[in-house]
């Protein structure tokens, strides 16, 4: 990993220090890109142009989560060509643009929420590109570490996430590329994310149990949790969730993959296991039954919807008034259009002594991010606290 502050400029995605010299000293030995060569009708993406490709997508997010760091600053541009023949269309660079000053409103929002970030370190890896025709699309991993500032003095020492992404390049008539797309791949929001993952929600049955929807407003009334005379117990699924929360358990099945619909319910699950939770037993689509394993895992374990009917049925959860209430080894989900069916599971993994809740959480896979982060990114979304 590796920590830039990056300027700002209108129109134009930047990188500068030592990002920007390696890229000139990359260039400096193959004064003529592939990419940009006299193959117009058939352009290919050789193993230096695929290197710009990474290149400019570590600027690209780098800028983003910087953003959350410095805000909007005066940056100096990055030159039209990249290094020769890969750069931001027209379209992309107004698009950055706006997702910068989104990103800097939303730390302006945390700030007046009592958090900051001091520095940020982005690395991203390039995983795989596929060219069809005079469009490339490239497959990236951001890994991101953010510092916070200790403005109350109780927070965590850093928040980290990954994020997997699919840039979309478009070579023109000359055979230069272009970065005409970004879009994020997975299911759940990372801390720099600009909105919502779209998500096909499936009919709710009115027939299961409902969950009952949490307030927002900080500070919570007191809502103590008992850590004596349970059988669980809440630092092992705190510990299991921060150990694995970027480098999965091999024992369980990944749900990431395309058209898997995501992992954050199977981690949940998993962490709860690891704190004491016991299986329950039977076939995989009754939501009165709980258990997962690498050969099979039910419903209930792996679906956002389905754990909710699951937990609340079992009386293995109650729901708690105040997202603020929560403590470690509670559960949140969020339903993000408010459309009834939930969309995303995590699990406190911290809370400060001034009762903020930090989450962890696959699909974008992140470490202790704060409560008050994940609101000021979707306020609009409905809330759910489950006591466990």
């Known amino acids: 990993m590796r920590s830039r502050r990056p300027t700002r400029t209108r129109g134009r995605?930047?990188?500068?220090?030592?990002?920007?010299?390696?890229?000139?000293?990359?260039?400096?030995?193959?004064?003529?890109?592939?990419?940009?060569?006299?193959?117009?009708?058939?352009?290919?993406?050789?193993?230096?142009?695929?290197?710009?490709?990474?290149?400019?997508?570590?600027?690209?997010?780098?800028?983003?989560?910087?953003?959350?760091?410095d805000g909007e600053q005066s940056r100096k541009p990055l030159t039209d060509g990249f290094s020769g023949d890969v750069r931001l269309s027209s379209r992309a660079a107004r698009g950055e643009d706006t997702a910068l000053s989104t990103l800097d409103r939303r730390k302006d929002l945390l700030a007046r929420l009592g958090e900051r970030y001091r520095k940020a370190d982005t690395a991203v890896t390039l995983d795989a590109t596929r060219v069809t025709g005079r469009t490339a699309k490239a497959a990236v991993t951001e890994t991101t570490t953010l510092?916070?500032?200790?403005?109350?003095?109780?927070?965590?020492?850093?928040?980290?996430?990954?994020?997997?992404?699919?840039?979309?390049?478009?070579?023109?008539?000359?055979?230069?590329?272009?970065?005409?797309?970004?879009?994020?791949?997975?299911?759940?929001?990372?801390?720099?994310?600009?909105?919502?993952?779209?998500?096909?929600?499936?009919?709710?049955?009115?027939?299961?149990?409902?969950?009952p929807r949490a307030a927002t407003t900080y500070p919570a009334p007191a809502k103590p949790k008992a850590v004596t005379g349970t059988a669980l117990d809440y630092k092992a699924m705190a510990a299991y969730a921060e150990k694995y929360w970027r480098n999965y358990n091999k024992d369980y099945p990944d749900f990431n993959g395309q058209g898997a619909g995501g992992d954050c319910t199977n981690f949940v699950s998993q962490s709860l296991k690891a704190g004491g939770w016991k299986?329950?037993?039977?076939?995989?689509?009754?939501?009165?039954?709980?258990?997962?394993?690498?050969?099979?895992?039910?419903?209930?374990?792996?679906?956002?919807?389905?754990?909710?009917?699951?937990?609340?049925?079992?009386?293995?959860?109650?729901?708690?008034?105040?997202?603020?209430?929560?403590?470690?080894g509670d559960v949140l989900q969020m339903d993000f259009d408010k459309n009834g069916s939930k969309d995303h599971t995590m699990i406190v993994t911290?809370?400060?002594?001034?009762?903020?809740?930090?989450?962890?959480?696959?699909?974008?896979?992140?470490?202790?991010?704060?409560?008050?982060?994940?609101?000021?990114?979707?306020?609009?979304?409905?809330?759910?606290a489950y006591r466990t």
């Open 350 to 384: 911290y809370r400060s002594p001034q009762g903020v809740p930090y989450l962890t959480y696959h699909s974008s896979n992140t470490y202790r991010r704060s409560l008050a982060s994940i609101i000021a990114s979707d306020p609009n979304a409905a809330y759910y």
């Open 13 to 69: 995605a930047t990188i500068v220090g030592a990002a920007a010299a390696s890229i000139a000293a990359g260039a400096a030995l193959l004064p003529t890109w592939s990419a940009g060569a006299a193959v117009v009708d058939d352009p290919t993406v050789d193993a230096r142009t695929r290197a710009t490709f990474q290149r400019l997508a570590d600027a690209v997010f780098t800028d983003r989560t910087q953003a959350l760091v």
């Open 147 to 211: 510092t916070y500032d200790k403005v109350r003095g109780d927070e965590p020492r850093t928040t980290g996430f990954q994020a997997r992404h699919e840039l979309t390049f478009t070579a023109d008539r000359h055979g230069d590329w272009q970065l005409t797309g970004i879009r994020d791949t997975d299911q759940g929001v990372a801390v720099n994310t600009l909105a919502k993952p779209s998500v096909k929600a499936p009919a709710v049955d009115d027939t299961m149990p409902s969950a």
């Open 279 to 328: 299986h329950a037993p039977g076939y995989v689509y009754d939501y009165t039954k709980w258990f997962g394993n690498a050969e099979i895992q039910s419903h209930s374990f792996v679906g956002v919807n389905e754990w909710s009917w699951f937990a609340q049925n079992s009386k293995r959860t109650t729901g708690l008034a105040n997202v603020y209430q929560m403590d470690v």
